[in-house]
């Protein structure tokens, strides 16, 4: 043990330690200074780590439960933004207990979107709840479909993958890098592709 904590005292990066919490905690304050700018609200619990460039847009809630991470500076897109948008008035973002959300992540609500506990999203992410625009080319001025999207407790979610909107992906699930979900995923189940398909399942013995 004392050559373990003499190991870390000799580390350069554990003396970084109080920077990065200091950062962190003006990057909180940055959320709810965002939060009171565009006329939104925003809760955030104990323990929260903001890691990296994390932005507030938008007019509705946001909402994130202790021990969530946001960014890392080990993960893909490290000089990117991770954007939580709620971006109507009555629209709510909300990311459940010990979540981890990597650089470069887009969360945008016009609805609602609820991520569970002890999820892991990968970095560059999109999840989308709308189409934001009509599809006909005589409406595409107008607000396009929007349905809710829930990703429930301890689901994963690979690198560069695109959850739209209506889609719930439930308990255990794995979505691999690059996929887009356009379907709920039934718990446990591994998907890949686009559009994403079952390929397997977590509950598995390998």
């Excluded at 990065?20 to 955030?44: E, Q, T």
């Excluded at 039934?186 to 890949?192: E, K, L, Q, R």
Aim: charged content about 15%; hydrophobic content about 45%; aromatic content about 6%.
């Amino acid at each position: 043990m004392k050559t373990k904590i003499f190991r870390q005292l000799q580390t350069p990066a554990f003396y970084s330690l109080p920077l990065k919490f200091l950062l962190s905690m003006l990057r909180i304050n940055g959320l709810y200074l965002a939060a009171w700018w565009y006329g939104g609200h925003c809760v955030i619990g104990k323990a929260v780590r903001v890691k990296s460039s994390t932005l507030f847009q938008g007019q509705g809630e946001l909402v994130i439960h202790d021990r969530v991470t946001l960014g890392y500076a080990m993960a893909g897109g490290v000089n990117l933004s991770i954007i939580l948008q709620p971006r109507e008035s009555e629209s709510i973002i909300q990311i459940g207990q010990r979540t981890a959300i990597m650089n470069g992540c887009e969360i945008i609500a016009c609805s609602s979107i609820v991520i569970g506990a002890d999820c892991r999203i990968g970095p560059h992410t999109l999840i989308y709840d709308a189409d934001f625009h009509g599809l006909a080319p005589e409406v595409r001025n107008e607000l396009g479909k929007t349905a809710k999207v829930r990703l429930e407790d301890n689901v994963w979610i690979g690198s560069r993958s695109i959850i739209l909107k209506g889609v719930t992906i439930e308990k255990d699930s794995v979505v691999a890098a690059g996929s887009v979900v356009t379907k709920n995923v039934i718990a446990g189940s591994i998907v890949a592709g686009n559009p994403a398909r079952q390929v397997g399942s977590a509950y598995a013995k390998t």
